[in-house]
């Protein structure tokens, strides 16, 4: 099992920053892809930005050139760095990780895992 622990997040007025981060732990071999989502009560969890082991990224037209992905693989951890903040980015973020995992018995084998999600609000 892979282990995603979030940190950060909070309120902000709008045109602030925040950044909030994602430790991944486990019997962890590799990861392939890091990436944060967001969901607002009623609607479906849209993806943000990705950032692949070999650090290309990408981002959702909503937030390019106002946030900002990166990761530390020696760490297994991926941060998203978020500049002007605008109240419709409110949301519950969420990261995620793909990759494979090393048991201790047998053979690698994927992963997927979420973490549990922190709060984001923008409110003057």
């Known amino acids: 099992q892979v282990q995603l622990v979030q940190s950060g997040g909070g309120l902000v007025q709008p045109g602030g920053s925040l950044r909030v981060s994602c430790a991944a732990s486990?019997?962890?071999?590799?990861?392939?892809?890091m990436g944060w989502y967001r969901q607002t009560p009623g609607k479906q969890r849209e993806w943000v930005a990705s950032i692949s082991s070999d650090m290309n990224t990408n981002y959702a037209d909503s937030v390019k050139g106002r946030f900002t992905i990166s990761r530390d693989n020696a760490q297994n951890t991926v941060y998203l760095q978020m500049n002007g903040l605008k109240p419709e980015d409110t949301a519950v973020y969420y990261c995620?990780?793909?990759?494979?995992?090393?048991?201790?018995?047998?053979?690698?084998?994927?992963?997927?895992?979420w973490g549990r999600g922190t709060q984001v609000t923008v409110s003057s």
């Open positions: 995620n990780a793909y990759g494979l995992i090393k048991p201790t018995m047998g053979p690698y084998r994927d992963f997927a895992s």
């Open positions: 486990g019997s962890i071999f590799s990861i392939h892809s």
